[in-house]
């Protein structure tokens, strides 16, 4: 076999380990970064939270030369630059700056960063209240109460328990009974029957809420249908049509059901209402599965003062870090002992390694504060009419490549923080992927936001008779005469996207 040389050209992009970590830190949502933080004190003692009362200690009197035992890498470095970096104070900006002065976070060694300054003025982070979305209790535990309330065999109350268990959060068992069987089998030692499990998933079929443990959404209509008729409501039609006609009924073909049972228009319309107002979701009505509470915690605040765009970074879960001044004065003392010693030696490069280590994370944070700070800017910049009116039509076309040509960041830098940040206005919470959209242009050539387009078709839609809803070539017509140059297939795309669906539909009767 002959051996032969060639030369080879390729392109690789090559990230330092400090890179990684701060892709990954971009797309923590502050309201996990508290835990991120916790987790690098825990494993780096040399990495400490700074007290609300501390000063941080700036002084370089009685600095030393550098001993053999610091790495070749931090030659020009010495244990008095690991003084205080702070973090953890809102920063506060309005739109009045006429660009992103990325210098102006850069502060030296002996000055405290600009970034740690705050006009007393403004509203601190504490002020801004989170978004909550949700309070629920513990579906499961609704469930447990009801089954314990029966008087069942110690085996019968396990299988239960396990049946209740693999019911997901909307209160469908997805689980095929013969799985069931199985992991009864091998994880609980329990020999059961597909018929006894049946059985049982049809006793906890009449808990409340009813429809749950249904498998399929046929079935869980049908259980909360038949859970009114016991309660001696009028129903029986329309648990005909959810049992013989369920496809017809979900494709709106009414008149084969009207056909099919020989009833008049006026009867499906009252099978209609009464099918309408069932959960499809029972699970939800107790908030789910486990979660106890859902929470969206703004990572930006913008205030309209007097016309003035103010923007503010919630940093409440970044607390003031800083290197430990035991670690500190640790190198100070092993640097003075035997150079040669072999054990004082390993020692002084463990403290060194571990201050380096607690440097860089708080240098890390630094940049992401820095880093998420200067997207959101630019975003305010970009739909500045929408931040101040609150009016989705004011909303300007506006793509990843804008911000990142505005801020000189990468564009999958700006994506990570668009697709997992929030930002608090006056007119509500947003996650900043809601500003991003393409352009189309008008008669006029006017460049318009697809989000525009998008609005004025959900309003076409909205106001549309419902006996008669609107096609899509109807609604390409309406908006062309509005001035909006779009295509049919166009129309489709936006539809599917605003989840509305075809006109057959959305026919009422």
Request: glycine share 4%.
């Amino acid at each position: 076999m002959a051996l032969s040389q060639a030369l080879q050209q390729k392109q690789l992009i090559k990230l330092l380990p400090q890179q990684i970590q701060l892709m990954k830190l971009l797309q923590v949502p502050t309201a996990l970064l508290d835990e991120r933080i916790k987790e690098e004190l825990e494993e780096n003692p040399a990495l400490e939270m700074a007290d609300d009362d501390s000063v941080p200690d700036y002084e370089t009197e009685g600095q030393e030369e550098l001993s053999d035992f610091e790495t070749a890498a931090d030659a020009d470095d010495s244990y008095e630059e690991y003084d205080d970096y702070s973090q953890g104070e809102d920063t506060v900006y309005d739109d009045s700056m006429d660009s992103i002065d990325l210098s102006s976070y850069d502060a030296g060694d002996d000055d405290i960063a600009d970034y740690k300054l705050q006009d007393n003025n403004y509203p601190d982070a504490s002020e801004h209240q989170d978004t909550i979305y949700k309070s629920s209790g513990n579906f499961h535990d609704v469930l447990m109460e009801q089954l314990n309330m029966l008087s069942l065999e110690k085996n019968e109350h396990i299988v239960a328990e396990q049946i209740i268990g693999s019911i997901d959060e909307d209160g469908y068992l997805r689980r095929e009974i013969e799985a069931l069987v199985d992991d009864l089998a091998f994880r609980q030692n329990i020999i059961t029957s597909d018929q006894e499990v049946e059985r049982l998933i049809t006793l906890i079929q009449n808990f409340e809420p009813a429809g749950v443990c249904a498998r399929t959404l046929q079935e869980c209509l049908l259980l909360q249908l038949k859970a009114q008729k016991a309660e001696g409501k009028d129903v029986d039609l329309a648990i005909k049509v959810m049992d013989k006609y369920f496809e017809e009924f979900t494709k709106k073909h009414y008149d084969k059901i009207q056909k099919g049972l020989s009833i008049t228009e006026d009867d499906l319309r009252d099978v209609i209402n009464i099918i309408i107002k069932l959960n499809p979701k029972p699970g939800l009505s107790y908030g789910g599965s486990a979660q106890a509470e859902s929470y969206v915690i703004p990572d930006f605040f913008i205030n309209n003062n007097n016309g003035k765009l103010e923007l503010s970074l919630n940093s409440r879960n970044a607390p003031d870090l800083r290197i430990s001044s035991d670690y500190k004065e640790m190198l100070r003392e092993y640097d003075k002992g035997n150079k040669k010693d072999k054990q004082q030696k390993e020692t002084v490069m463990f403290i060194k390694q571990k201050i380096d280590s607690a440097k860089w994370f708080i240098d890390i944070i630094k940049q992401r504060h820095d880093t998420l700070f200067n997207t959101m800017y630019a975003i305010m910049q970009f739909q500045h009419e929408f931040f101040l009116t609150g009016d989705e039509t004011n909303l300007k076309p506006m793509i990843l490549k804008d911000v990142a040509e505005k801020t000189n960041l990468d564009i999958s830098t700006i994506s990570r923080v668009a697709n997992s940040k929030f930002v608090q206005t006056e007119f509500g919470t947003f996650r900043l992927k809601f500003f991003f959209s393409e352009s189309l242009s008008t008669e006029s050539g006017e460049e318009v936001s697809t989000r525009e387009v998008k609005r004025i078709l959900s309003d076409i839609v909205e106001g549309e008779d419902k006996q008669k809803p609107l096609s899509d070539d109807i609604l390409t017509e309406m908006l062309n005469e509005k001035g909006y140059n779009i295509a049919r297939r166009t129309v489709a795309k936006y539809r599917e996207q605003l989840n509305i669906p075809v006109a057959r539909l959305r026919k009422q009767l």
